[in-house]
């Protein structure tokens, strides 16, 4: 099978990922895409992450209606920080006969340089990239020349939603509901997640 991995914060789950993931699936024939969300992020550490629990359950209400989507909670199994070449490691070594597709934005890829042992990512799997908007692609592989050759492109509309933005409009109170499935809106509101900014 071919397996995308998108990993994040998912912090929380928006439309902008299912679309990331669904350009992903449709382009280079994946046969499903599995949702990671991180634990204890070390790169967003000077801002408090919504406990794991939270989360999980506002992406399991955002992928009910897509039978190619899964989630693995295998990041969330672990304390403390947890990397992205682990955690490939252990789903490979899980997956003998599978290829994996680790999705990433045109914005991830430009980080890519500052993220933990990226030759052991590129090892495990190959790196898919979309555009970002307000990115630029080109400059992004460009400066990580080394990984070119593990790196399929695929194209989707820009979508400029970002889990920062949901937090900032909940927190003052304005309408999210073209951002996020409509479940998902309903899950922030009952919790009350991120009514202080
Ligand atoms: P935050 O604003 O908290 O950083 P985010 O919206 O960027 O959150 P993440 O969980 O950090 O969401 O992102 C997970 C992955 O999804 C990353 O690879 C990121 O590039 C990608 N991504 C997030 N939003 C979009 C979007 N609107 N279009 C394309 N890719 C996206
Ligand atoms: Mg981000």
């Known amino acids: ?114 993220w933990h042992d990226p030759a052991r990512i590129v090892k495990h799997a190959m790196l898919a990239v979309a555009d970002r908007n307000g990115h630029e692609l080109e400059a992004a592989i460009a400066a990580v020349p080394e990984l070119a050759p593990r790196i399929v492109r695929f194209n989707m509309p820009p979508t400029q939603i970002s889990s920062t933005e949901i937090r900032a409009r909940v927190a003052a109170g304005d309408d999210i509901s073209a951002l996020v499935p409509a479940a998902v809106a309903r899950y922030i509101a009952e919790h009350r997640l991120y009514t202080t900014a």
């Open 1 to 114: 099978m071919n397996v995308g991995i998108l990993g994040g914060t998912f912090d929380p789950v928006h439309n902008g990922h299912l679309i990331l993931a669904e350009h992903a699936r449709t382009q280079l024939a994946l046969d499903i895409v599995l949702f990671v969300p991180a634990g204890e992020p070390w790169r967003k550490a000077h801002r408090t992450i919504t406990p794991g629990e939270y989360r999980l359950a506002m992406l399991m209400l955002a992928i009910t209606d897509h039978a190619q989507f899964g989630i693995s909670d295998i990041e969330l199994r672990h304390p403390g920080p947890t990397y992205t070449a682990d955690t490939l490691e252990t789903l490979a070594a899980e997956r003998l006969d599978d290829e994996f597709y680790f999705i990433v934005g045109a914005d991830a890829l430009a980080d890519l340089p500052t």
